[in-house]
């Protein structure tokens, strides 16, 4: 995976973005962790994370997430919980 793709170091500023993010968005528990990897998306330049949970990156401005539901051919499995017509 390394040879693939590019490994990023923490910007100096992503303490500094992570909590103004948990501040103004009033982010607790568990979403810190997103939270922070928006923090450090944001503080690099990064707009797109390709994630599961796309709820959780929603309130972040600048963030596109993208489900890899959304990138599969119309004939694969839906994602969970939804149907198809």
Request: charged residues 15%; without cysteine.
């Amino acid at each position: 995976m390394l040879s693939i793709f590019p490994v990023l170091d923490d910007p100096p500023t992503t303490l500094h973005r992570w909590r103004q993010l948990v501040q103004s968005y009033g982010v607790k528990g568990r979403q810190v962790y997103d939270a922070r990897l928006a923090a450090v998306m944001i503080e690099s330049g990064i707009s797109h994370i390709l994630t599961f949970n796309v709820d959780d990156f929603r309130r972040y401005p600048g963030i596109t997430a993208v489900s890899p539901y959304s990138l599969v051919a119309p004939s694969a499995p839906t994602e969970p919980g939804t149907t198809t017509s």
